[in-house]
T-cell receptor
Framework: DSGVTQTPKHLITATGQRVTLRCSPR?????VYWYQQSLDQGLQFLIQ???????AKGNILERFSAQQFPDLHSELNLSSLELGDSALYFC????????????FGPGTRLTVL | SQQGEEDPQALSIQEGENATMNCSYK?????LQWYRQNSGRGLVHLIL?????REKHSGRLRVTLDTSKKSSSLLITASRAADTASYFC???????????FGKGNQVVVIP
């Protein structure tokens, strides 16, 4: 158990809908990262937050957004969902420095029908 | 861009044998990390090696890093059936801590 929690574990929804994925980092970790894992794209970095502020952006679509709250939990919002958004979404956390180990949550499996 | 290309991508070995996986990358890195993923589950951090380190051990794991060749290897000694998983290398680039993952190695350890 990494100490990072993600909810829900599974999510099934329809095209065009909007969903919110939630992540709670390990106690004491200030950085939260979101990754997407799909069969064709592999594991892709989406976005990083550090202590409530956006720190880095990766291959995140404009239909996706995220935020980190004062209690350091984070949410990833996915809107106007398409079939291709079906994937595993992982959250990871680290203490915050640029050389820190990232600890991953169990992931949310999103299925868009 | 995708950093980290593991080679080979699929490996099948007998229990007790050693398994070696390689990873190459393209640009300067802060550190390189190896993760294990059991089918459809979360990634488990195995080991982190910094750019100024050449070799690191953790239990049955041995990681090497050659920054001149921009490559790393992960050796699992005395493999067990429980080591069956996908193994990913991930590089952390200079200036940020985002991880760039390779495509992963599928390792099957036959009891």
């Amino acid at each position: 158990d990494s100490g990072v929690t993600q909810t829900p574990k599974h999510l099934i929804t329809a095209t065009g809908q909007r969903v919110t994925l939630r992540c709670s980092p390990r106690s004491g970790d200030l950085s939260v990262y979101w990754y997407q894992q799909s069969l064709d794209q592999g594991l892709q970095f989406l976005i990083q937050y550090y202590n409530g502020e956006e720190r880095a952006k990766g291959n995140i679509l404009e239909r996706f957004s995220a935020q980190q709250f004062p209690d350091l939990h984070s949410e990833l919002n996915l809107s106007s969902l398409e079939l291709g958004d079906s994937a595993l979404y992982f959250c990871a956390s680290s203490v915050g420095g640029i050389t820190d180990t990232q600890y991953f949550g169990p992931g949310t499996r999103l299925t868009v029908l | 861009s995708q950093q980290g290309e593991e080679d080979p991508q699929a490996l099948s070995i007998q229990e007790g044998e050693n398994a070696t996986m390689n990873c190459s990358y393209k640009t300067s890195i802060n550190n390189l990390q190896w993760y294990r993923q059991n089918s459809g589950r979360g990634l488990v951090h195995l080991i982190l090696i910094r750019s100024n380190e050449r070799e690191k051990h953790s239990g049955r794991l041995r990681v090497t890093l050659d920054t001149s060749k921009k490559s790393s290897s992960l050796l699992i000694t005395a493999s067990r059936a429980a080591d069956t998983a996908s193994y990913f290398c991930a590089t952390s680039l200079r200036g940020n801590n985002r991880l760039a993952f390779g495509k992963g190695n599928q390792v099957v350890v036959i009891p």
